[in-house]
Every structure is written in C-alpha cells, then in structure tokens.
C-alpha cells in the first residue's frame, strides 16, 4: 500500500505493507538510520522519530497509521530546542556508545517545545522511554537543563 506523508519536511510516498512497522518503512524506502532497530517492543527509544510533533517509539508504531502525518527524525530536526539540545549534548559529553542518542535528542527536543523550563521530574517522565546502556542518565538530565537555559537567553 501507499503512504502519503512529510518525512523531515518533504512530502513523500512510502510503500508499505498494511502490518509494517514505520521504523522498517523509514529505514528501507528513505535510508534513516537514525531510527535504530534495537528492542522491537518500543522499551528502548533508539527508534524515536516525531510524529506531528510527539515522540513516538516508530518499532511499535504500524506504517499505514501515517497517512497525512509529518515525522520527523534526527537528519531532519532543526529549531531553536533542536539547536540547544545539540549544543547542550556536545557541552556535556552526553554520547558514550552513541546508540541511543537519536532518540534521546528527539524526545529532549520535543520535551522542550512543550515545557520550556522543565523540572528533574518534567524530565524523568519525558525521557522515560529512552533508554541508554552507558547510564548517562545525570549528563542527559543536565544537558536537558542547559538546553532550557540557552533557549532563555
């Protein structure tokens, strides 16, 4: 089937199987690497892209359900709370292994579109769904907290 979408800003058309999930569509018809394949089961969020504007694990997420939707993933992010959460990253060593920083950057970003001076707990439950096997949980909680700082001034 064809799924009529905006994918980082460009109109596209994916072919999709009806029980397909969008992280395999994005990765095989437009090569997105930063939607990671890890778990599977949407624990993880290596595979975070936005879909209108709210994260969403794209393992778990069936491609057709995109129809008229506007994703975006890290190749495309771009804005203000982009720009200070990959500078904030950079500022605070976040990455270790790197595997699943994509998706840490999405829901951070999306994170601060909706709460622009969030607090540890505002964070902790956006970041949830976002795991990372080098535990550096505190750096991303900082970053988070410098990102929102930047965008202030």
Request: glycine share 8%; charged share 20%.
């Amino acid at each position: 089937m064809k799924i009529q979408c905006k994918v980082n800003g460009a109109p596209v058309e994916l072919d999709a199987s009806p029980d397909e999930m969008l992280l395999e569509v994005l990765r095989r018809e437009l090569a997105l690497k930063s939607v990671r394949a890890t778990c599977g089961v949407g624990i993880c969020g290596a595979c975070t892209a936005l879909i209108n504007g709210a994260p969403i694990s794209t393992c778990i997420f069936l491609a057709p359900l995109a129809e008229a939707c506007e994703i975006t993933t890290v190749e495309g992010l771009t804005g203000c709370e982009a720009d200070a959460v990959k500078r904030a990253w950079i500022a605070h060593d976040v990455p270790q292994c790197g595997y699943c920083q994509s998706g840490q950057v999405m829901s951070a970003t999306a994170l601060l579109k909706e709460i622009k001076r969030p607090s540890d707990h505002d964070i902790d439950l956006a970041m949830n769904g976002n795991l990372c096997r080098c535990a550096t949980y505190i750096r991303i909680r900082a970053a988070i907290h410098d990102a929102a700082k930047l965008l202030e001034g």
